[in-house]
């Protein structure tokens, strides 16, 4: 609780110094401050934020590009070491981390436990794959006998953009795979979660991390966007909205590298996520899976179950146990541990996220099914907070939804047996392709699904949120991003580029010297 009461700060800091102002025509401003509110009780203030702007981003570039002249004198052995080391000082600095995840993204104790087990899991995992990657890949013969190897090399620069949602997890996990290939990096993580990041870095930096080879920036979209159009960066590492990454996208298509190639962009971003659920599925399990995976981290994940089907024949008693289950629910001050729902993040993602609800209740063919209540115990001012209540919607077709909500907020469709093929396709049709959960007791039927289903994560007789670092590599296709999956045995290597070059012996190299001066 002392942690709970404590106050933070972030700022940019280029090489190791921290930026808390900037020069135009010689007269020397001061970054705008942001007060960072605790998202159950904004009375509580987390710290402050120094934004950065579009000058500083550039001169972040421009240093990270420099660095890496620095970081590629640091062999994949060492690298892994000090990512090893990045793990043991967060196992270290739990409680300090543990408090961030509380005041400043309101999470739960739970999502704050598994928060930092991801984040040490990415720094072991990537730290493992940089040494993988270390060993020859090819080794051959050109044709006059020779030998030549092909080897992993760095790229270059890359950005790192990531989410308030995974504040430390997946903000460490871009940065930490980027390093790990050898590459400097420019991180701007998301506003509303500047401290833990800012933390974070420190952390970095304190287990070896060269000040030149990590770059931090804060800062809003405007920061994102002077740091993506940079033409002197290798690629984007980004998680976020479908709509930034379209963007990022369309600005990285605009700069052709010099080789031709265009720079490397890995993206993970919204989702629709479905779970079917036939009349062969456990009832109890189904609702116990629904619940953690649409109203878990209230909702505010990109693989979290938005729209729960059910076949007809099991939607009437299914729907009675989500009701009862949804009446248990405790939402309220996620400090507490019998928790199960925090807030949101924001005051504008709740407007959104109200907005929707409303607009569902005004849809004469959508109708609420329930809807969780505050927990009176749980000491936190409505007003100055940002709760939403978990609530259950039944729809009668996935349009009427118009896309991704980003909170507590499930959606019921129930389907006949027979039309099981119009709703995956109708699941298609919505472009997204992240998470789908299945529950039934046929096998058929779920290869069927699982089959005809683009997606990038398919879950069976389980929830489906929490991927696991090295058991379940996490990404997806469409409007759901690009890339190789995090945490997965491609993410590193896509980070890095093959390069052929001749086995040369010191012999044939001063051979070749003399040879060239006579
Ligand atoms: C996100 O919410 O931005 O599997 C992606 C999971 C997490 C999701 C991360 N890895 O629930």
Not at 56 to 64: E, S
Not at 282 to 300: C, I, K, N, Y
Not at 359 to 374: S, W
């Amino acid at each position: 609780d002392t942690q709970l009461t404590k106050t933070w700060s972030a700022t940019p800091i280029i090489n190791g110094q921290v930026v808390s102002e900037f020069t135009v025509e010689g007269v020397s401003n001061t970054l705008d401050n942001h007060k960072i509110r605790a998202p159950w009780n904004h009375d509580v203030i987390a710290g402050d934020v120094r934004y950065a702007n579009a000058n500083i981003a550039k001169q972040a570039i421009d240093a990270a590009v420099a660095g890496q002249k620095i970081w590629q004198l640091v062999s994949a052995s060492q690298r892994a070491t000090i990512l090893r080391k990045i793990a043991d000082l967060y196992e270290k600095n739990y409680a300090e981390l543990m408090a961030l995840c509380q005041v400043e993204a309101g999470k739960t104790i739970q999502d704050s436990i598994d928060e930092i087990k991801e984040a040490v899991d990415f720094c072991r995992f990537y730290a493992d794959e940089a040494e993988r990657l270390n060993e020859v890949v090819h080794e051959i013969t050109d044709l006059s006998g020779k030998p030549l190897r092909q080897v992993y090399k760095a790229r270059g620069t890359f950005v790192c953009i990531s989410p308030w949602n995974f504040p430390l997890a997946i903000y460490t996990g871009q940065i930490v795979a980027a390093l790990a290939a050898g590459n400097t990096v420019v991180a701007k993580p998301a506003e509303q979660t500047s401290l833990i990041a800012h933390f974070g870095a420190q952390l970095m930096y304190q287990a070896g991390v060269p000040s030149e080879a990590l770059q931090f920036v804060t800062g809003a979209g405007d920061v994102g966007g002077a740091l993506t159009t940079a033409n002197n960066i290798a690629g984007v590492i980004f998680t976020g909205s479908t709509q930034t990454a379209q963007r990022i996208n369309q600005s990285l298509n605009s700069h052709v590298q010099l080789s031709g190639e265009l720079p490397v962009f890995i993206a993970e971003t919204g989702g629709q996520n479905a779970m079917i659920v036939d009349s062969t599925a456990l009832p109890e399990q189904v609702v116990r899976d629904a619940v953690l995976s649409a109203f878990g981290s209230a909702g505010q994940r990109c693989s979290a179950c938005r729209v729960l089907c059910v076949q007809e024949e099991v939607a009437d008693g299914l729907i009675e146990l989500l009701q009862g289950t949804m009446a248990e629910l405790i939402v309220g001050n996620p400090a507490q541990v019998t928790t199960d729902v925090g807030p949101v993040i924001d005051k504008d993602a709740k407007k959104g996220l109200e907005a929707h609800i409303e607009r569902m209740i005004a849809e004469p063919t959508a109708n609420i099914l329930a809807q969780a209540t505050m927990s009176a115990s749980s000491l936190v001012s409505q007003e100055q907070s940002t709760f939403v209540l978990p609530t259950a919607i039944e729809v009668k077709s996935i349009d009427v939804i118009g896309g991704e909500h980003f909170g507590p907020i499930l959606h019921v469709l129930r389907y006949q047996a027979r039309d099981l093929d119009k709703l995956i396709d109708a699941i298609n049709a919505t472009g997204f392709g992240l998470t789908l959960g299945i529950h039934s007791r046929i096998e058929n039927i779920v290869e069927h699904i699982e089959r005809r289903a683009l997606v990038g994560n398919t879950y069976i007789n389980r929830n489906q949120i929490g991927a696991i670092v090295n058991v379940q590599p996490f990404g997806g296709c469409g409007l759901s991003g690009t890339g190789p999956k995090a945490g997965g045995p491609h993410y590193v290597a896509r980070l890095m580029q093959l390069t052929t070059e001749p086995l040369v012996s010191a012999d044939s190299v001063s051979f070749s010297i003399q040879a060239d001066i006579a």
